[in-house]
């Protein structure tokens, strides 16, 4: 994925349309085909002998799709149809705990291994997590330095950064910091972190990009221009797969296709003015003046106080797509472009075979820089660690003050020695408890984008926190003695 320089160059802002190269992983058609999820029974609880009565739930049944390079895949349906955990088996994510059976394919190649995904897609995940104490530039660099191919070089890499935060409008905040709620680290809006969320994909320029509800928390300018920076997207042949909630007619009016799921089930794939058709032949015609997608949706949702007759409604609708033409069709795409042999394949290949993007020694110094830079400006946890260490040395220092070089003294010098250790083993280790637990969401995450090995990440922990604690126990012995 080597970027021509001219694509590179900071360019005006484009009403948030996002300028990306051409070349680099296009023509990717994503197809899923008889997909079932289960969640699976319960196991036999450690204590209780008896199995508990827990049948397995068909969470997601049967169903099918196509997403082709050029257009906006948008799934919709009601709460709980089983939008995300679709999603979810297409990227290979989140699914450790489910039953999933079927095949998902790009280009006609089965794709079982997340990594091969990962480095020809992007995820743009509901819940925004970031390091909190970057500033949104040094996020944006960090992504493209362990993100962005190996062979692009540095300066290409941060007109890239500068790019995506020109078209997402990010400029205005580039020197700000995410922001930390727990800590009262007040950082950027929102929708400032939707939008970061949304660049920190992009950046890589993937060729299939799945988002999970992108607009949601937006107010309706700025969905409008994520989803104009889908559609430029797609314009330039990526293949977008999104699930979005509650849009506006405006945007409805720009997807290309539309997947509708109802109770875990494919309810209707194909183009706006097809669905329209097939509702009307259904017999529930879009009334004028009446947003599409919240029709749909009303459809095929199960209202709590009508349940019987909304699952009849719904169950209805599924089996008549099952039956329509539109079906027959969706499945002949599916057969023939899950069939086909790709004339891009080679490149395609070896594009899925390069988990890694940056090499080793890379991942690691960027790791350290991350961490040092986070570290150095959590003034929590070096203050109180630092406060912490000056009090116990204080303690220390009066406690065995004067020792007398006697038989006694020795004895003494032991006994500090040996609480001195276990002080700095015990502080170190309650320093890790607290900040490991809040940054393994980010490890996570960043590990199943293939960003770095874990190793490496351990290593610059390591790094960082042994650098800052040999600093202050260095405070702490000169105190002491
Ligand atoms: N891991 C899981 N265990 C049990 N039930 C699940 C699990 N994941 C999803 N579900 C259930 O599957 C249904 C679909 O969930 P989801 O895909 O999150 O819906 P949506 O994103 O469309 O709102 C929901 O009823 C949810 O409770
Ligand atoms: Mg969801």
């Not at 099952?322 to 599916?334: R, V």
């Amino acid at each position: 994925m080597i970027k021509p320089q001219s694509d590179l160059l900071p360019r005006p802002i484009s009403n948030g349309s996002i300028s990306v190269n051409m070349e680099s992983g296009n023509n990717l058609t994503l197809t899923w085909e008889g997909l079932n999820v289960y969640v699976p029974e319960a196991k036999e609880g450690f204590f209780s002998k008896k199995k508990p009565k827990c049948e397995k739930m068909h969470i997601v049944q049967n169903v099918f799709g196509i997403a082709r390079p050029g257009q906006i895949l948008a799934i919709m349906g009601a709460s709980g149809a089983g939008k995300t955990t679709l999603l979810n088996v297409l990227t290979l994510r989140n699914n450790e705990n489910l039953v999933v059976q079927g095949s998902v394919k790009i280009n006609s190649k089965i794709i079982d291994d997340r990594k091969q995904l990962s480095a020809v897609s992007g995820y743009v995940q509901q819940n925004d997590i970031f390091i909190g104490t970057l500033k949104v530039a040094e996020h944006l660099k960090f992504q493209a330095m362990l993100r962005m191919d190996r062979h692009t070089s540095y300066e290409e890499k941060m007109k890239r950064v500068e790019l995506v935060m020109n078209d997402l409008n990010l400029k205005k905040c580039e020197n700000t910091l995410i922001g930390v709620a727990q800590l009262g680290i007040k950082g950027i809006s929102g929708g400032e972190m939707r939008r970061l969320a949304f660049a920190s994909e992009i950046i890589t320029d993937p060729g299939i990009l799945f988002c999970d509800e992108p607009t949601s928390g937006l107010d309706s300018f700025m969905a409008m221009s994520i989803v104009e920076s889908m559609k430029n997207l797609a314009k330039q042949g990526k293949t977008i797969v999104c699930t979005i909630h509650q849009p506006s007619s405006e945007i409805f009016e720009i997807f290309d296709r539309l997947y509708l799921m109802a109770e875990g089930r494919s309810a209707f794939l194909g183009d706006l003015t097809e669905a329209k058709d097939f509702f009307a032949s259904q017999g529930f015609t879009l009334p004028i003046n009446y947003n599409p997608a919240d029709y749909y949706i009303k459809t095929l949702a199960i209202l709590p106080s009508n349940k019987e007759e909304s699952k009849e409604r719904v169950k209805k609708i599924c089996d008549g797509y099952d039956s329509s033409k539109y079906c027959q069709e969706a499945m002949d795409n599916i057969k023939k472009a899950s069939g086909e042999q790709n004339l891009k394949s080679a490149s395609f290949q070896s594009q899925l075979s390069s988990a890694y993007k940056a090499g080793w020694l890379t991942q690691l110094k960027w790791l350290i820089w991350r961490s040092f830079l986070s570290m150095s400006r959590n003034p929590m946890e070096t203050k109180i660690l630092a406060i912490q260490t000056f009090f116990i040395a204080l303690i220390f220092g009066l406690i065995y003050l004067q020792i007398e070089d006697s038989q006694e003294g020795v004895q003494n010098i032991n006994g500090v020695l040996f609480l001195l250790i276990t002080n700095a083993s015990f502080s170190n280790m309650f320093g890790v408890l607290n900040s490991f637990p809040a940054e393994l969401p980010i490890f996570y995450r960043d590990h199943q984008n293939s960003m770095y090995r874990t190793v490496n990440y351990y290593l610059s922990k390591l790094i960082t926190e042994v650098n800052l604690l040999i600093y202050l126990k260095m405070e702490d012995l000169s105190l002491n003695f």
